[in-house]
């Protein structure tokens, strides 16, 4: 009920990023010119508006916008003149893998950091790490790319400092991480894009980590003589990780997004490079289906945050059956 | 009796930036096992301080400066941690204020009372289940063998408490603290917490140091008394003997501000008005067109109803929960009425609607024959100016980023009372003497006053539209008792003078015996019974009223053993 | 007010806790130091940087490529921190992509701030639908991340303008691109934080007062609400300057006619390799150091407002 709830929630916010998609498709460039080229006829541009139906009344094409999308028919990019689908497809596993590759990193560090910090606030170690977390959300991510790239490639020459190296294909997805060269080329990238999300998520835990900790229900605790393990690792983490899973979400999403940089630094293969590629010539049909597309990652994203927060979270499972 | 604890000469200092403060000053007592030891004083007194300092959880930066503590004639070392680890939960334990908080809102009761038994007491993990059931038994929570799979927000706030006591207590301590038990409650489950305490410290021969600021808790439950007063301990005796012939002044003052359920007295023994109220007062009842008390009601409800969150949804009907059935009551012009009843039992929604701010789902109010309400709104400036309210909270009633002289001019620039801020100047500065505040309290911003200060502050925000109708929402419930009686003075000599009608709403009948001409009981968003006060307090007609005052702590010393009915 | 005599801004800020914390905290200062050392030279660009970079004649090919702190091999012209390619001073050219960094991101969080408080009292204040349309509108811009969208208000704006407005009208189409993706904090936390103030009596005493909603607002509401405002400030001016660099890093900002911290940095990578490492060096220096020293002063400042946090 609570899912199906959140389900229909996230039906207008697709809804709405469909009508901009659309919007852009429709109204932004011609893509009957870009389609025919100058030297068509009048004849030509009316044969080609009536075969792409953009002669119907606008709710019509809207419709027709939805039902295409949901077939999996995209439009054709303007830029190199194939279909968007097979274009975004094509670059969606190297995406995916370097995006979550780093997020399990952010994740794994940030959490380990952030409690490390917050049980022992005054010890150099924590000193230093937050010292260098605000280095870290200083250091714009580009700039980071391109110090690895300098230190890693043109100096030391260990890690290559573009491509994906050698990739398998396994169905129509192609993976980078059973090969040696993939791995070692993943692996400045992924550095790169997991250390901005590491200093967010580890300032997180530890803000939330240090308030649980003088929280009442913290002191009863200690003050029933539990041992500092059990209160630290079992009560404080559980609660301290509720608000983490949110943030920890929405994280994922702007890891997405910043691969979009990442990708351009190391010239990795992934929607992001070809995301950058269509803005800087306003291919939009490519433009509008990635949008489309990090809409519909999103609302899952959420959707899996929403379902972890309601198996961690006893008191919501009352509250959503009375909301 | 064999001595459990034995403090000497204790000192607690808190070292800060603007120079050492001593929280704690050469306190010496004892406590037997069985015994329950009432530590009573003000905010401010030191009597949560010595709590922490038993148990080495003194906030930081504070530290013990001298003294010895003893339980069971060994001495505890409060600086070394691991003894002090290893004492915690095995032999003392603490009870906190809020139950609310102090469960873990992401365990089970079970799982919580479980780690504890098993952290203290050699048992297997089934033997531990079963001890937490019989320790939920014990506290008297019923059906405990499926309770104890309940998460803490299905508990109620006095289940809560109970389940505090039960994890406080399984680990079988020989000494409690408890801080402020039962100050979180309600009236009616103070009374059975109490109980229970007194039940188990019998039973189990643990002592208690019981730790708060109400004496009616004092005069209920505890054996002796320590007085506490700016970190000295200034009295130290039986209970029976403080409470009626108490030795040291502070002691004499302390209890003669509280509030007596059993006599009606004129006036507190503390100051009231301030200095030139005269002034102010002849600006406040300047321009109104007031008339002689009469008996046609200023404020009136009829049939009133309120219903919340009730609506027609797309896929169901949702039922709304009452807060008010047909409420009807008339306030007559110069009166003051008391509204009692306990938390839930509607006392905010009425005053909302009396207020102004929320219109009734259905049914009237008139304010001097007039309908305040039209199309759910209150449509009259003039109505709006002469109803005012005091609120509950001093600390969240002033505008923090304001100065008090903006606050007070506020309401009268608003409703043109003067003609500008300049000419306000004058009138802000006599109401602020009137209420007992010195005039330069203008400039100031309200961090810059005590909480008995700020409510002065806010009685003279309400008086500074020249209101008729006062609703005075728990006015005194934040403060310490001394504090409370001034108030309490305070608006008994305004009322007199400027002949202002009052809704006086409190939860502590008491008080309220000593505010108002007439009370009116609620319960469950129904009127139990309005009647004249001498009449309500000595021959209550509903049942319900008979049980709220039967459950009020008497001042005079009920021997423990008296009180064991449950 | 009367006050006969009001002391000093000097001695009041000496006085106030902030300016109490500021003294005591040598981070702080360094970090406000340095902050208004890098404002000033930006602001004073024109008249301190060496050349005019807008005039085409002021720089000579023959000085391309002069390593930073020496002389040019062939003209002997000396340039602090070298040239690039076309005989740019770096000196300059640093200068001056600092001036356009600032610009933008200044008015890109006076923009994101203005529209996400005002957002955020009206959700918080008026509550109900009001709120939901509000809140839910905050959830669309949420689900998609804030660079995407800036890319993607870039990309749709430049195919609307003619292509000879383009670079002109660059640094107008950053500013709304980042300003218009980062209100959504603004009005969250102003919601929530006006909605904990909304409970408070003193609100509902200028309620029973009768004052009118906007009075409300401004007299009440947000003076009380502003502290977590100046931190989010703070903190998202760091992040609209790194997302104005990020922006004209990947061509998608200000263009090389009128660079950037950002659009110099994309420059120098293209010479990275071959050894001129000067042209991103510094660039990047003074990015790191200018969106340090703001990180720096907007998490003390949320510290030392915030003590809850600490501790």
Request: charged share 15%; proline share 5%; aromatic share 8%.
């Amino acid at each position: 009920m609570f899912l199906l709830r959140r389900l229909l929630q996230a039906i207008p916010v697709l809804l709405v990023t469909a009508f901009l998609s659309f919007a852009a498709f429709r109204f932004i460039g011609d893509p009957v010119q870009s389609m025919l080229g100058q030297d068509a006829t009048a004849a030509d541009r009316a044969e080609l508006m009536a075969a792409l139906g953009l002669d119907q009344p606008f709710p019509v094409q809207f419709w027709n916008f939805i039902v295409n999308v949901l077939h999996g028919d995209f439009g054709f990019s303007t830029r190199i003149g194939q279909p968007v689908l097979g274009l975004i497809l094509d670059r969606l596993p190297a995406t995916l893998e370097l995006a979550v590759l780093s997020f399990v990193v952010a994740l794994a560090l940030g959490m380990i950091l952030g409690v490390t910090t917050a049980l022992k606030p005054q010890s150099w170690i924590s000193r230093t790490v937050m010292a260098g977390s605000l280095i870290g959300v200083s250091l714009p991510n580009f700039l980071i790319g391109i110090g690895l790239i300098y230190v890693f490639s043109v100096q030391l020459g260990w890690l290559p400092a573009f491509g994906r190296g050698e990739t398998v294909q396994i169905g129509w997805w192609s993976t980078g991480l059973l090969t040696v060269s993939g791995w070692k080329a993943i692996l400045l990238p992924a550095i790169s894009l997991s250390l901005f999300q590491v200093t967010l998520i580890l300032r997180l835990v530890r803000a939330e980590m240090t308030e649980v900790l003088h929280s009442d229900h913290i002191r009863f605790a200690r003050a029933r003589g539990l041992p500092d393990r059990m209160v630290n690792f079992r009560y404080a983490l559980k609660n301290t990780l509720v608000p983490v899973i949110t943030v920890s979400g929405l994280q994922l999403g702007s890891i997405i997004a910043f691969a979009v940089v990442t990708e351009t630094v190391f010239q990795w293969p992934g929607i992001g490079l070809l995301f950058i590629n269509s803005v800087n010539f306003s291919d939009v049909p490519i433009m509008a289906t990635y949008l489309l597309l990090t809409a519909v990652l999103f609302v899952v994203i959420n959707l899996i945050v929403d379902l972890l927060y309601y198996l961690f979270d006893p008191r919501l499972r009352v509250k959503a059956a009375g909301r | 009796m064999t001595e459990l604890l034995s403090i000497e000469d204790l000192a607690v200092e808190f070292p800060s930036r603007h120079g050492t403060v001593t929280a704690v000053e050469g306190v010496s007592l004892t406590i037997g096992a069985g015994e329950i030891l009432g530590v009573v004083g003000e905010s401010g007194a030191g009597k949560s301080t010595i709590g922490a300092a038993i148990t080495g959880l003194l906030q930081a930066p504070g530290r013990i400066a001298r003294g010895t503590i003893r339980l069971s004639g060994e001495v505890i070392d409060a600086t070394d941690t691991l003894a002090m680890r290893r004492l915690r939960g095995a032999r003392v334990s603490t009870i906190f204020q809020d139950p609310l908080t102090s469960l873990n809102p992401l365990f089970t009761i079970e799982q919580q009372l479980v780690d504890t038994i098993l952290t203290h007491r050699p048992m297997t993990r089934a033997e531990a289940r079963a001890e937490a059931v019989r320790q939920l038994e014990a506290v008297g929570i019923p059906d405990p063998a499926h309770r104890v799979k309940n998460w803490p927000h299905e508990f109620s706030g006095g289940m809560r408490q109970r389940a505090v006591i039960a994890l406080a207590l399984c680990s079988e301590p020989e000494l409690v603290i408890a801080d402020e038990p039962t100050t979180a409650l309600d009236v009616s489950v103070q009374a059975q917490i109490l109980d229970l305490i007194r039940k188990l410290a019998q039973e189990r021969g643990i002592g208690v140091m019981l730790v708060t600021h109400d004496m009616g808790v004092i005069a209920q439950v505890t054996d002796r008394v320590a007085v506490m007063k700016d970190g000295r301990l200034v009295e130290l005796g039986q209970t029976e003997q403080v409470l009626t012939r108490p030795e040291h002044p502070y002691s004499r003052d302390l209890i003669s501000v509280v509030p007596r359920a059993d006599v009606k007295l004129k006036r507190f023994p503390v100051a009231g008005l301030g200095q030139g109220a005269d002034k102010a007062l002849e600006w406040l009842s300047g321009g109104s067109t007031r008339r002689e008390a009469s008996d046609r009601p200023l404020v009136e409800l009829l049939d009133v109803r309120q219903v919340y969150g009730g609506r027609s949804g797309l896929f169901k009907r949702a039922e709304g929960f009452t807060a008010l059935t047909d409420i009807t009551l008339r306030i007559a012009e110069g009166e003051v009425l008391g509204l009692a009843g306990e938390s839930g039992s509607g006392k905010s929604t009425m005053a909302r609607i009396l207020a102004g701010l929320t219109a009734p789902t259905s049914g009237e109010m008139l304010f001097d024959g007039q309908a305040v309400y039209d199309h759910g709104r209150m449509r009259h400036p003039d109505i709006r100016r002469q109803i005012q309210m005091v609120f509950q909270d001093p600390y969240s009633s002033l505008n923090p980023r304001m100065s008090v002289g903006d606050i007070l001019a506020e309401p009268m620039l608003h409703h043109a009372l003067v003609a500008n801020r300049r000419a306000a100047q004058p009138v802000v500065e006599e109401l602020l003497s009137a209420v007992g505040l010195p005039v330069d309290a203008a400039r100031r911003y309200p961090h810059a006053f005590s909480g008995g200060q700020r409510q002065r502050i806010s009685v003279a925000r309400a008086l500074a539209s020249r209101p008729r109708f006062l609703i005075c929402d728990e006015p005194t419930s934040a403060l310490d008792v001394s504090i409370q009686a001034q108030i309490l003075n305070l608006m008994k000599d305004l009322q007199e003078r400027l002949g202002l009608t009052i809704l006086f709403i409190s939860h502590d009948l008491p008080v309220v015996r000593q505010m108002c001409d007439r009370i009116a009981v609620l319960k469950s968003g129904q009127l139990a019974e309005v009647a004249e006060t001498e009449t309500l307090f000595t021959a209550p007609q509903a049942a319900y009223t008979r049980d709220l005052i039967s459950l009020i702590p008497a001042m005079t010393h009920a021997r423990p053993s008296e009180t064991l009915h449950g | 007010m009367s006050t006969p005599s009001k002391p000093s801004l000097w001695a009041r800020f000496r006085a106030s806790d902030l300016g109490h914390a500021f003294l005591r905290s040598p981070g702080a200062m360094i970090a406000f130091g340095l902050l208004v050392l890098i404002m000033l030279a930006a602001l004073f660009a024109p008249l301190i940087a060496p050349q005019d970079l807008r005039d085409a004649t002021s720089f000579d090919l023959m000085d391309g490529f002069t390593p930073p702190f020496s002389a040019n091999e062939f003209t002997g012209n000396f340039y602090l921190l070298g040239t690039d390619d076309q005989g740019r001073d770096m000196l300059s050219a640093v200068l001056f992509g600092l001036r356009a960094s600032l610009i933008v991101g200044i008015c890109a969080v006076a923009l994101s701030a203005l529209i996400g408080v005002t957002l955020g009292l009206i959700a918080g204040y008026a509550g109900g639908r009001v709120d939901a349309v509000i809140m839910r509108a905050a959830d669309v811009q949420l689900a998609i991340p804030g660079i995407l969208v800036a890319l993607l208000i870039f990309g749709l704006t430049r195919s609307l303008l003619p292509t000879g407005l383009r670079d002109a009208m660059a640094i107008y189409v950053v500013i709304l691109a980042i300003g218009l993706s980062d209100w959504v904090s603004y009005a969250r936390t102003v919601r929530s934080a006006a909605m904990v103030e909304m409970r408070r009596e003193y609100i509902q005493a200028a309620i029973m007062m009768g004052r009118p909603p906007r009075a409300i607002l401004r007299r009440h509401l947000l003076p009380n609400v502003a502290r977590p405002i100046f931190v989010i400030a703070t903190i998202n001016f760091a992040l609209a300057v790194i997302a104005e660099s990020t922006l004209s890093y990947l061509g998608a900002g200000l263009p090389p006619t009128q660079p950037s911290l950002g659009t110099l940095i994309r420059i120098g990578q293209q010479f990275l390799f071959s050894g001129e490492w000067w042209l991103l060096f510094f660039p990047g220096c003074v990015l790191l150091v200018l969106a340090l020293s703001i990180n720096l002063l907007g998490d003390w400042l949320r510290d030392t407002l915030n003590p809850r946090a600490v501790k």
